[in-house]
């Protein structure tokens, strides 16, 4: 375990992390920073329950390979979420967390601590109010560009010292804090397509209506079918079918599931409808692309 004055790490002494992950990159130990944790995941493909411990630094995650139906309970009952690359997670400091997930294909992350000195120091120079952590974890959920570029960027920093880890630990937590402290901006038509899709694409072995998703970016259903075929050129319908199909190819080309499991995880209700809606789409029927 890495020792730091201004890291809280030592929680995770009790964490058996070699039979979770495989590190593939350690910022500290690679390129000798002091100022932010950076590390980069391969996953085991599937664990039934993790006790993730709390600690007071502020704990990024960007997927950033594969698929994973990620299960998490903080304070109360289970919740559900896919996590697909560009997938952004944010750890509240102080609350522990259990996790579990699955996943049939290669899982990696990409995981960024942020000091809680370094947390402390902004906020204090900001405006000195309490930070509302748990608002913060629901817009980073959400999607942020900014913590998303930010974290990719820091993965491809190679040979260079600690003041660039410096800076991006006070840009990042400027960057929260201050989204935090004004609130996010009212949704844009353009944004609240991109909501759509991220919600299809996390749903897409569930029997989502359009009413569903519409509720979900808040919209009526007639407003949601406009902005979304302005944005995307197809009406969600086609889009989500589209999604579906994607997910069901892949499947064909990486697994040996079966043509009724591959419906179900796709949103069929049956292999029959599956072949249909493929034959149709792709020009061929599963089986046959799977053989060919």
Known sequence: MFQSSDFDLEPYAVVDTDRYVNRRFCSWQDLGWRSLLVQRFEHVSQVEEMALPATSDLHLVLTVAGHAEMRTRTTGRWESRRWLPGTLDMTVPGQSAQRGYRSAHPFRTLQVHIPHTTLERVAERLDGRPVDYEQM??????????????????????????LYAETAAAFLATH?????AVGPEPDSDKSRAHKAITVMRERL??????????????????????????????????YFTGLRIEEARRLLDDSDLSLDRIAARCGFGSA???????????????SAYRNS
């Open 272 to 286: 029959g409808s599956l072949s249909t809606t493929f034959l149709r789409h792709i020009g061929v029927r599963p």
């Open 137 to 162: 974890a629901a817009a980073v959920a959400a999607g942020d560009r900014v913590v998303e570029h930010t974290l990719r960027s820091l993965d491809t920093a190679h040979a260079v010292g600690d």
């Open 176 to 180: 929260l804090l201050t989204r935090q």
């Open 205 to 238: 072995a569930d029997q989502v209506t359009l009413a569903d998703i519409a509720a979900e970016v808040g919209l009526s259903v007639f407003h949601f079918i406009r902005v979304f075929k302005a944005t995307t050129g197809q009406t969600p319908h086609r």
